[in-house]
């Protein structure tokens, strides 16, 4: 069964603090692994995609990993800020007949305090 | 970027009456538009895969008389939901995949409904 599950479920940092949310996965075939930002009441909006050869991908202060042998994603904030406050969301594309399907997790939520 | 919009943004209605969601690409053609629905807190779930000119797939669990989708151009396709009941109420979002695409999604803004 495809599945996608992250960690924590919900985190809570200080303004300026790194952090890194966790995404394990058992997808197949795979395809590509997102990491999507949901701020409350708005629609998903992409920060990264990685394929299977692709180790990291960076976007800003987000850095993204995949490791296709483990079957582990990581999502690096650096420096965070209040705006960075949202839900993330690892979501795996599954090669299926033509079109992929996407698999999503059921997300981080992080909370950055002053 | 391609953007994807969604009308409207929120909707209160009583119990019983119909409500039409509108998801448009505003910038590209989108043979296959999805809609979501999510409760609070959890993530997306996938309702329904909408292909432009013909019927709508839905996923096991899904009424699909009550969740009546129509997607009758390459940049527009709705969702009815009717006689909604108080247990409809969710944030529905629609994606649009980029046509030619396998799997180039973009999201819309969503849509806050709320049944008294």
């Known amino acids: 069964k495809n599945q996608v599950e992250q960690s924590p479920q919900s985190l809570i940092i200080l303004e300026g603090k790194n952090c890194t949310l966790q995404c394990n996965y058992t997808v197949s075939p795979f395809s590509n692994l997102r990491w999507y930002k949901q701020d409350t009441g708005r629609g998903p909006v992409s920060l990264t995609i990685m394929t299977f050869s692709e180790n990291t991908k960076s976007n800003g202060r987000y850095t993204a990993t995949l490791d296709a042998d483990t079957k582990q994603s990581s999502l690096h904030i650096t420096a965070s800020q209040l705006s960075d406050s949202a839900s993330y969301i690892c979501v795996v594309s599954a090669s299926s007949g033509g079109y992929n399907k996407l698999i999503f997790g059921a997300g981080t939520r992080l909370a950055v305090h002053p | 970027g391609a953007v994807v919009s969604q009308h409207p943004s929120w909707v209160i209605c009583k119990s019983g009456t119909s409500v039409k969601i509108e998801c448009r690409s505003l910038d590209f053609q989108a043979t296959t538009m999805f809609w979501y629905r999510q409760f609070p807190k959890q993530s997306l779930m996938l309702m329904a895969t909408?292909?432009?000119?013909?019927?709508?797939?839905?996923e096991q669990g899904v009424e699909k008389d009550k969740f009546l989708i129509n997607h009758a151009s390459l940049t527009l396709s709705t969702l009815t939901v009717t006689s909604a009941h108080p247990e409809d109420s969710s944030f529905y979002i629609c994606s649009a995949r980029v046509r030619g695409t396998i799997d180039t999604q973009y999201f819309g803004p969503g849509t806050r409904l709320t049944v008294l």
């Open positions: 909408s292909n432009e000119g013909s019927k709508a797939t839905y």
